[in-house]
């Protein structure tokens, strides 16, 4: 690959996914919609869609307000971290053959080192804002996020052990015959929880919990600080959408009539849509609940999953 | 009333001979002037040791008897304060009044022997500067801690225009700004623990979880609940004070607007206690309108507490098509009345209009429409497993507690009491339609849940009811202090005509007495206690509202539970801020 080639493919990449992180906004709102009964955003462009563009400038024309009693370098440096955290774990997927940033062979564990560095956004932003709903927000989101990295790690190593590569385009090409999904089940449905969890949107979204601690870690921040935080949570929903297809159904791969990169995006969408499905239908657990049950419950399931899943890799082997 | 009998004989064992004056009120409700030291030993009596005990502090207010013109032989005072008891086992209200005097008379307090009479106590204190001997925490609670005069003294005047224009002074602007800091230990609140330090999260006044500008100061431990103090009463407009000021009949709309939700249940409850006094009787289909918009409203009332209790929860879609239907309900009810929210459309005697052409068409559309959406409603919320796990076993409290704490309406009910005032003690025709009172056992966020799921069941029953019967006949009756006055009696001679343009211009001249209603409203039991002097306004009105005394109990029943936990309870509570505060 060239280095033109190259610059290409990670200019285009960042372009495409900072669009539909931002154009998630108007899928998110009308979808929403759609399920609640209402229009949702319509007025702004053909659908409503130039409501992408009124937030946006919105938000840059917004006060850039920092409190005075808030910790200001940490202030401005928690939102970046969310952005580029996930940004950074968009490297290692494989979008189709040949497109990748970084074809690394140690990928799964680059993502988990990543999505674990996201966690840093949420303490220091609440830390720094110096604000009692946002302490709790981020008190509450560390120990969620450290809870189900555990998870996450844990439930992705049925994978590895079958394709026996942490990298994800082996990872990718070892479904050729079938999806992980089938033979991971429990693996899946385990990252799926912890995806949510991670990336913390409703029914987890605890360290926010609009009705309880308003706005929670973010509670102080205006403009486009927010606006990262905001981009980073839409970022972090395509990344795990991402994972999933890449890691359990097939990544690119799909019948021929469609060009690998539409089957990819097509599954990406589809995930997508499932994460707004489920805020749109489920409560919200208390932070205990969801912390007892992933250490008393999800933890066994995991564990149990990758015994038997190692022992069936030894026999088959064997 | 042998009942009552009985009672009076058993009082007048226990505090001798000559210390009771009993007062003839047209409620029926048995109606005695204790003197003001005996109140105490009364109350203790009544409580514990009668037989068929009031286990129930119902309501505490005081009047400003001042400007009274007809005592009618009643014990002179200058205030009075009135203690309203209730008895389950005997289905039975008692009134206790004291005749203070003085400018700033005193009394002892009863927060001993009921615990909810604290708040009542400071608001009796608040309104008029009575002072309660005893009390533990004799503070202001409606009105700013600045304010100067007690409102519902007759002196403090119930208008801007009488109050000079209104400057904010720089020093007068920080003076308020002090008052408002928070100091933990005004509020009883220690800084430090045993073996922590606490912190105190202020909840509100502008908050998405309070529904309303209501202020909950936690004192946490963690994120679990060491303390909650409630500060309320930024709601409150003076709803009894406007009642002295406006005729009988002008006051329906500001009733509208107490318990904002339940519409012209507000209008009910109030004229329930005006009819009393005038002794006018409804024809019956003034009763089923009333009855069919009412439950009406209970439903739409139980639709918005359904939806906004979910999205406390996190549910975000279940409002949606909650306010949906409610929409429905409120299309019938503009197609009935004309107005959505606060229809303002009892009148004295009946209501304002005969029901429009096609007004069944309408409500029977709903009445098929609504059953399978409450089935719907039950599946998606209710029995979701998450939503089980964020109330069963949360702000449980006991049917003695309840009592104790003056809890009415779904609250009690979902403490196994079977206890409505529609069934025991019907009022507007009540005792003529079929329905069950929905009843669950553990007192909990998810019992009191369930209860009002059944109840918009049992509501649309009462609709159906309605539909079916509609009795042919007036919608007003025809007595003379009925509002606006009937017009077909107008013009026979100047005497006629004379009468009817006073009961339009001034209003009805409701005869002296006094009266006190019960109704089960939307959130518990609301009542309105008419005190006319012989005019064309009432003398006092006193507004009993369920949402005060559940307010009050906050603090008891989310103790030890965390923040999550603490929106479950307010949202299973189902208050509504300006029926707190009034």
Redesign the interface.
């Given at each position: 690959m060239s280095a033109t080639e190259h610059i290409l493919i990670v200019v285009g990449v960042l372009f495409v996914l900072l669009n539909i992180a931002a154009g998630l906004i108007w899928v998110e709102r009308r979808l929403l919609a759609l399920w609640q009964d209402r229009l949702g955003p319509n007025r702004a462009g053909p659908l409503g869609v130039l409501i992408v563009l009124a937030d946006t400038l919105k938000l840059f024309f917004k006060e850039d307000w920092i409190p005075p009693f808030a910790d200001k370098w940490v202030f401005i440096l928690a939102p970046a971290i969310v952005v580029g955290s996930v940004l950074l774990s968009f490297v290692v997927i494989p979008f189709a053959p040949g497109i990748v940033v970084a074809d690394l062979n140690i990928g799964i564990l680059f993502f988990l080192a990543m999505s674990s560095l996201g966690v840093y956004s949420i303490v220091l932003g609440g830390w720094a804002s110096n604000n009692k709903y946002a302490l709790l927000g981020a008190l509450r989101g560390a120990s969620q996020m450290i809870a189900y990295e555990v998870f996450m790690g844990l439930s992705l190593m049925g994978v590895v052990m079958l394709s026996g590569s942490f990298n994800l385009g082996d990872i990718v090409a070892a479904q050729q015959n079938l999806w992980f999904v089938v033979t991971q089940p429990v693996g899946f449905v385990i990252f799926f929880i912890a995806g949510i969890a991670e990336t913390h949107r409703l029914p987890f979204d605890i360290p926010e919990a609009e009705s309880e601690l308003i706005a929670g870690y973010h509670a102080e921040y205006s403009g486009m600080k927010f606006g990262m935080f905001f981009i980073g949570e839409y970022l972090g929903i395509t990344l795990i959408s991402a994972m999933i297809v890449t890691l359990f159904f097939g990544g690119w791969l799909g019948p021929a009539f469609l060009p690998p990169l539409a089957w990819f995006v097509i599954k990406l969408f589809f995930f997508i849509g499932l994460f707004i499905l489920l805020r749109a239908s489920l409560p919200r657990p208390r932070y205990d609940q969801l912390i007892s049950y992933g250490w008393k419950i999800i933890l066994a399931i995991v564990l149990a999953n990758l015994l038997i899943t190692g022992a069936i890799a030894l026999w088959l082997r064997g | 009333m042998d009942d009552a009998d009985s009672i009076l004989q058993q009082l007048q064992q226990q505090l001798g001979v000559g210390s009771l004056y009993q007062q003839q009120t047209v409620d029926d409700i048995l109606t005695l002037w204790v003197s003001k030291e005996k109140i105490i030993p009364a109350i203790q009596f009544l409580k514990t040791a009668a037989a068929g005990p009031f286990k129930m502090l119902y309501d505490l207010f005081g009047i400003d008897e001042r400007n009274r013109n007809r005592y009618n032989g009643l014990p002179m005072a200058d205030f009075t304060v009135v203690y309203v008891l209730f008895s389950f086992e005997q289905n039975c209200f008692i009134k206790l009044k004291v005749a203070l005097r003085g400018e700033y008379p005193s009394i002892a307090s009863i927060c001993s022997i009921f615990k909810n009479a604290n708040w009542y106590e400071r608001e009796v204190y608040d309104m008029f500067g009575i002072r309660f001997d005893g009390h533990p925490h004799l503070t202001r609670i409606l009105m700013p801690l600045t304010w100067e005069g007690h409102p519902l003294r007759k002196e403090h005047p119930a208008r801007a225009t009488e109050m000079g224009p209104f400057q904010l002074r720089d020093e007068y602007q920080d003076r308020q700004q002090e008052a408002l800091r928070f100091k933990p230990e005004d509020w009883g609140l220690l800084e430090h623990g045993d073996d922590a330090d606490f912190?105190f999260?202020?909840i509100g006044p502008q908050?998405?979880?309070t529904h309303g500008v209501l202020r909950i100061i936690l004192q946490l431990n963690g994120?679990d609940i060491v303390d909650a103090v409630p500060e309320i009463g930024f709601h409150h407009r003076g709803a009894e004070k406007m009642a002295e000021r406006q005729s009988w009949h002008t006051y329906i709309p500001y009733t509208d607007r107490v318990d904002y939700l339940g519409g012209v249940m507000n209008n009910l409850a109030y004229l329930q206690s005006v009819e009393k006094l005038a002794g006018i009787e409804l024809p019956d289909r003034a009763l089923v309108i009333r009855v069919m918009l009412c439950e009406l409203f209970r439903i739409a009332s139980h639709l918005v507490w359904f939806g906004t209790f979910?999205?406390?929860?996190?549910?975000?879609?279940p409002v949606?098509?909650m306010f949906?239907d409610r929409e429905k309900i409120f299309d019938i009810v503009e197609a009935i009345c004309g107005g959505r929210m606060h229809p303002n459309w009892f009148r004295i005697g009946g209501v304002a209009q005969d029901l429009p052409n096609g007004w069944q068409q309408l409500v029977q559309h709903f009445v098929d429409y609504f059953p399978p959406k409450i089935r719907e409603y039950e599946k998606m919320?209710i029995r979701?497993s998450?939503?089980k796990?964020?109330t069963k076993g949360i702000g449980i409290y006991t049917l003695e507690e309840a009592i104790e704490w003056g809890v009415t309406g779904p609250g009690l009910r979902a403490c196994g009491l079977e206890w409505d005032w529609r069934k025991k003690r019907p009022y507007s025709g009540y005792d003529m339609f079929e329905f069950d009172i929905p009843v669950a056992q553990h007192g909990d966020c998810f019992d009191r849940a369930l209860v009002r799921v059944e109840e918009m069941r049992q509501s649309l029953r009462i609709v159906k009811q309605c539909l079916e019967n509609m009795p042919a006949g007036d919608y007003k009756s025809s007595h003379p202090l009925t509002t606006p006055p009937l017009k077909k009696f107008t013009m026979q001679d100047i005497e006629t005509l004379i009468t009817h343009f006073l009961n339009v211009s001034w209003g009805p001249v409701i005869p002296a007495g006094e009266a006190m209603s019960c109704i089960e409203a939307t959130k518990g039991a609301n009542s309105y206690y008419c005190i006319s002097d012989g005019s064309t306004a009432a003398y006092r009105v006193r507004i009993r509202t369920p949402s005060f005394p559940h307010m009050q109990m906050v603090p008891y029943i989310s103790k030890g539970y965390?923040?999550?936990?603490?929106?479950s309870i307010l949202g299973s509570i189902d208050f509504v801020l300006a029926d707190i505060d009034r």
């Amino acid at each position: 690959m060239s280095a033109t080639e190259h610059i290409l493919i990670v200019v285009g990449v960042l372009f495409v996914l900072l669009n539909i992180a931002a154009g998630l906004i108007w899928v998110e709102r009308r979808l929403l919609a759609l399920w609640q009964d209402r229009l949702g955003p319509n007025r702004a462009g053909p659908l409503g869609v130039l409501i992408v563009l009124a937030d946006t400038l919105k938000l840059f024309f917004k006060e850039d307000w920092i409190p005075p009693f808030a910790d200001k370098w940490v202030f401005i440096l928690a939102p970046a971290i969310v952005v580029g955290s996930v940004l950074l774990s968009f490297v290692v997927i494989p979008f189709a053959p040949g497109i990748v940033v970084a074809d690394l062979n140690i990928g799964i564990l680059f993502f988990l080192a990543m999505s674990s560095l996201g966690v840093y956004s949420i303490v220091l932003g609440g830390w720094a804002s110096n604000n009692k709903y946002a302490l709790l927000g981020a008190l509450r989101g560390a120990s969620q996020m450290i809870a189900y990295e555990v998870f996450m790690g844990l439930s992705l190593m049925g994978v590895v052990m079958l394709s026996g590569s942490f990298n994800l385009g082996d990872i990718v090409a070892a479904q050729q015959n079938l999806w992980f999904v089938v033979t991971q089940p429990v693996g899946f449905v385990i990252f799926f929880i912890a995806g949510i969890a991670e990336t913390h949107r409703l029914p987890f979204d605890i360290p926010e919990a609009e009705s309880e601690l308003i706005a929670g870690y973010h509670a102080e921040y205006s403009g486009m600080k927010f606006g990262m935080f905001f981009i980073g949570e839409y970022l972090g929903i395509t990344l795990i959408s991402a994972m999933i297809v890449t890691l359990f159904f097939g990544g690119w791969l799909g019948p021929a009539f469609l060009p690998p990169l539409a089957w990819f995006v097509i599954k990406l969408f589809f995930f997508i849509g499932l994460f707004i499905l489920l805020r749109a239908s489920l409560p919200r657990p208390r932070y205990d609940q969801l912390i007892s049950y992933g250490w008393k419950i999800i933890l066994a399931i995991v564990l149990a999953n990758l015994l038997i899943t190692g022992a069936i890799a030894l026999w088959l082997r064997g | 009333m042998d009942d009552a009998d009985s009672i009076l004989q058993q009082l007048q064992q226990q505090l001798g001979v000559g210390s009771l004056y009993q007062q003839q009120t047209v409620d029926d409700i048995l109606t005695l002037w204790v003197s003001k030291e005996k109140i105490i030993p009364a109350i203790q009596f009544l409580k514990t040791a009668a037989a068929g005990p009031f286990k129930m502090l119902y309501d505490l207010f005081g009047i400003d008897e001042r400007n009274r013109n007809r005592y009618n032989g009643l014990p002179m005072a200058d205030f009075t304060v009135v203690y309203v008891l209730f008895s389950f086992e005997q289905n039975c209200f008692i009134k206790l009044k004291v005749a203070l005097r003085g400018e700033y008379p005193s009394i002892a307090s009863i927060c001993s022997i009921f615990k909810n009479a604290n708040w009542y106590e400071r608001e009796v204190y608040d309104m008029f500067g009575i002072r309660f001997d005893g009390h533990p925490h004799l503070t202001r609670i409606l009105m700013p801690l600045t304010w100067e005069g007690h409102p519902l003294r007759k002196e403090h005047p119930a208008r801007a225009t009488e109050m000079g224009p209104f400057q904010l002074r720089d020093e007068y602007q920080d003076r308020q700004q002090e008052a408002l800091r928070f100091k933990p230990e005004d509020w009883g609140l220690l800084e430090h623990g045993d073996d922590a330090d606490f912190m105190f999260l202020n909840i509100g006044p502008q908050h998405p979880g309070t529904h309303g500008v209501l202020r909950i100061i936690l004192q946490l431990n963690g994120e679990d609940i060491v303390d909650a103090v409630p500060e309320i009463g930024f709601h409150h407009r003076g709803a009894e004070k406007m009642a002295e000021r406006q005729s009988w009949h002008t006051y329906i709309p500001y009733t509208d607007r107490v318990d904002y939700l339940g519409g012209v249940m507000n209008n009910l409850a109030y004229l329930q206690s005006v009819e009393k006094l005038a002794g006018i009787e409804l024809p019956d289909r003034a009763l089923v309108i009333r009855v069919m918009l009412c439950e009406l409203f209970r439903i739409a009332s139980h639709l918005v507490w359904f939806g906004t209790f979910a999205q406390d929860l996190g549910q975000l879609s279940p409002v949606f098509y909650m306010f949906t239907d409610r929409e429905k309900i409120f299309d019938i009810v503009e197609a009935i009345c004309g107005g959505r929210m606060h229809p303002n459309w009892f009148r004295i005697g009946g209501v304002a209009q005969d029901l429009p052409n096609g007004w069944q068409q309408l409500v029977q559309h709903f009445v098929d429409y609504f059953p399978p959406k409450i089935r719907e409603y039950e599946k998606m919320v209710i029995r979701n497993s998450l939503f089980k796990a964020r109330t069963k076993g949360i702000g449980i409290y006991t049917l003695e507690e309840a009592i104790e704490w003056g809890v009415t309406g779904p609250g009690l009910r979902a403490c196994g009491l079977e206890w409505d005032w529609r069934k025991k003690r019907p009022y507007s025709g009540y005792d003529m339609f079929e329905f069950d009172i929905p009843v669950a056992q553990h007192g909990d966020c998810f019992d009191r849940a369930l209860v009002r799921v059944e109840e918009m069941r049992q509501s649309l029953r009462i609709v159906k009811q309605c539909l079916e019967n509609m009795p042919a006949g007036d919608y007003k009756s025809s007595h003379p202090l009925t509002t606006p006055p009937l017009k077909k009696f107008t013009m026979q001679d100047i005497e006629t005509l004379i009468t009817h343009f006073l009961n339009v211009s001034w209003g009805p001249v409701i005869p002296a007495g006094e009266a006190m209603s019960c109704i089960e409203a939307t959130k518990g039991a609301n009542s309105y206690y008419c005190i006319s002097d012989g005019s064309t306004a009432a003398y006092r009105v006193r507004i009993r509202t369920p949402s005060f005394p559940h307010m009050q109990m906050v603090p008891y029943i989310s103790k030890g539970y965390t923040v999550g936990d603490l929106l479950s309870i307010l949202g299973s509570i189902d208050f509504v801020l300006a029926d707190i505060d009034r």
